[in-house]
Structures are given as C-alpha cells and as structure tokens.
C-alpha cells in the first residue's frame, strides 16, 4: 500500500498552507520545540545496529505511517504528487547529530551520514565524536540499550491541516481519543535528527548516575543535568527497600543466635542443678551401702576365724 494517504482514517480536510509561516501559526504548541521548530517523535524511530569500535549507531530517524501518529501528525518523506517530501539541500551541508534536539545538551554529538530516504522511513548513520566527553557518554548509553529512539526537527513549506470527523454517537462510557487537529508535513527541510532522552529503562540511567561513569567515562557536569531529568524522580517504594531489608535480617539473625545463647545456658544450668540433686539424694544410700560392705566385711572375717578353728 502507497504510504501516501489521501485523506487519514477519521479526519477530514481543512485546509492546505504552502507557506512556513503560516503552517508554524496553525501548528500545536505539542509539536513544536522551545526554538519555533516541528519535530516528529514516533516510537518506531529506533536504533538498528552499534558498532562500538568504529563509534557508529544506525538509526531510522523518522516514519510514516498509515494513520496520524499519536502526536498528532505524520511527515511525507519522499516525493509524490502532493509534495516534495523531506529536502536535504540544506542539511548536507551541516550533517550534525544532537542529543534531544540541542535542549537537553547543546553541543552536536555526532556527524550524520546524508540520510536515505524511503515512502515509510527515513535511515541515517550517526559517527560520534572520539573527542568531546559528553559524545562519548551518549554513545555508551545507545550502545548499553538506554538510549534508543530518534527524532527529527524540520522546517516545514507544505503542509495539510485535518479535522476530525463528527464522532459516531459515543455512550457515556465511551471517549475517543483523537487530536482536535492532525497534521501532514508534506514538504520540509530536514534541520537536525537527534537521540532522543526517552530511555528504555530508567533505572539503568539512574544506576549510571549512582556510578558516575558510563561505558568507562565519567559523567561531567554537563550531562547529568539531561541524565537526571531522562532518569526521572526515584519510584516510591511501597515496602521497605534493600538496606532497609539487610538490616531487619541481621537484627533476625542476632535475636536468634542470642535466643540460642540463652536456651544453651538454660540447659547447662538445668543439667548441673539435676546432676547435683541426684548425688545428694544417693548421698545417704551410698553411706549406708559402704556401712553394709563393711559389716559384711566383717562377719566375713569372723566366719573365717570361726572355721579355722574348727
């Protein structure tokens, strides 16, 4: 099927603007960044392939769909009726890479290879600095599976602007989650692509900063602030946490070496007090056998004279 739709599942056309400052007036505030700039996140924009000793990550930077994607919109990459899709005129001359569009760190981080561009994506090959530090802490979090999306920032010249359809009679439990207005950027200028700080987990970012280094580099200054804020704040926990459990199984374990201490020290004492009683008890009987042995002792004597004389 032709990635080029006519009009999207849902919508229908409301206008068409062929001039950028009039497509950027239109446009949601949700897609464009703090610079004026549309940008298209998709989470099919992903990394492909690393190759760390050469420092390169393949990514496909943008897609287009069937369908408006969740934010909203949907980028024309090549060249149809309707448009010229995504141009490179200008991006070849300034191939750059950035980590999250230069917001999260402003300096590129990469040199990008001139992206090839197909109906449904767009692919590029990202070479990452071996000099700048920072370069080299974003690699390591791509290459350790943190990082893995992309997303491209673009000046766009044509575009299509759609409006929902009237909405089928919904029940009261029913709601249909569609943007009030969707947009197809049918031509653009590519500005830049950027990894982007959605990280696949987390928890491995925030494990990173615990340790400080990524991938063997120590994190400056400059990048933990775009860490912190990619690691988000450190989930409650509802039970108690691992320190917290280590130190309720040492405290078990010395209550029960100390309950056994104590049963030991019970037992000996048990057994001295019991040893005691019953040799005071026998005490008396021992003193009467002997006195018996020595009687018999003597009547044995007796009875030896009594017959040596017979």
């Known amino acids: 099927m032709d990635s080029v739709i006519d009009i999207p599942e849902g919508y229908e056309l ?7 400052d009039s497509i950027l007036q239109e446009v949601s505030s949700d897609l464009l960044l703090p610079n ?22 393949d990514f496909i930077i943008v897609t287009r769909g069937n369908d408006i994607n969740r934010n909203g919109s949907m980028v024309q990459i090549v060249a149809d009726e309707r448009g010229e899709g995504i141009k490179l005129n200008h991006y070849q001359n300034n191939p750059v890479v950035y980590f999250d569009h230069g917001f999260g ?10 992206p090839k561009l197909y109906k449904t994506k767009a692919t590029a090959t990202a070479t990452f600095s071996q000099i700048l530090p920072e370069a080299s802490i974003f690699f390591g979090l791509i290459a350790e599976g943190i990082l893995n999306t992309a997303s491209v920032s673009f000046l766009p010249t ?17 709601t249909e ?30 494990k990173c900063l615990d340790r400080g280094q990524i991938n063997g580099y120590r994190l400056t200054q400059r990048v ?12 409650v926990q509802s039970g108690p946490g691992p320190e917290e459990l280590k130190r309720r199984r040492e405290a078990e374990e010395a209550q029960r070496q100390a309950a056994e201490a104590e049963k030991k020290k019970i037992l000996e004492t048990v057994c001295a007090i ?19 042995s020595q009687r018999i002792d003597g009547f044995d004597s007796k009875l030896k004279q009594v017959t040596g004389k017979v």
């Open 14 to 20: 409301h206008t068409e603007l062929t001039e950028t």
């Open 105 to 114: 760190f402003p300096i590129p981080i990469a040199r990008s290879s001139l």
């Open 158 to 174: 044509k575009a299509r602007l759609f409006k929902p359809k009237s909405s089928r009679n919904l029940s009261e439990d029913e």
């Open 177 to 206: 989650f569609r943007p009030y207005m969707a947009y197809d950027f049918l031509t653009s200028d590519l500005l830049e692509w950027s990894v982007v700080g959605v990280p696949a987990d987390p928890e491995a970012v925030r």
């Open 36 to 57: 004026g700039y549309p940008f298209s996140p998709s989470h099919e924009a992903l990394k492909q392939a690393v190759d760390e000793s050469a420092m390169t990550a």
């Open 224 to 235: 933990m602030e775009p860490l912190q804020k990619m690691a988000g704040p450190k989930p």
């Open 274 to 292: 019991t040893k005691e009683t019953i040799t005071q008890a026998f005490e008396p009987v021992k003193t009467k056998v002997s006195a018996v």
